[in-house]
């Protein structure tokens, strides 16, 4: 019932924009929030965009806030992931995920359920 598919991942050169999208469940949307994550090789998973269920406030990570939007189609069940001007610091597994409970939702250790990642490479 909680699923969550993560598209739109691939290759780009510094400067450059890629849109990532998640197709939630139905089931999803009841969540308290959904979020956009990002893991780099060797580094922990970071929550970079969180979506409040509850009021439709969108918070960005300091790291992204500016050249990141998230957005959502509710009637579609999907979430987006605009991404401009990216940088090499931006390479990872782009991940999204949803709680089920109130809590941090910037919180990797927090969230209930996962897709599986979409790689975004960014070269210099």
């Known amino acids: 019932q909680v699923q969550l598919v993560e598209s739109g991942g691939g290759s780009v050169q510094s400067g450059g924009s890629l849109r990532l999208s998640c197709a939630a469940s139905?089931?999803?949307?009841?969540?308290?929030?959904l979020g956009w994550f990002r893991q780099a090789p060797g580094k922990e998973r970071e929550g970079i965009a969180t979506?409040?269920?509850?009021?439709?406030?969108?918070r960005y990570a300091t790291s992204v806030k500016g050249r990141f939007t998230l957005s959502h189609d509710s009637a579609n069940n999907m979430m987006n992931l605009q991404m401009n001007n990216l940088t090499p610091e931006d390479t990872a597994t782009y991940y999204c995920?949803?709680?089920?409970?109130?809590?941090?939702?910037?919180?990797?250790?927090?969230?209930?359920?996962w897709g599986q990642g979409t790689l975004v490479t960014v070269s210099s």
């Open positions: 139905e089931y999803t949307w009841n969540s308290v929030c």
């Open positions: 979506l409040d269920l509850s009021d439709g406030s969108i």
């Open positions: 995920a949803a709680r089920f409970v109130e809590g941090s939702c910037f919180s990797a250790h927090s969230m209930d359920a």
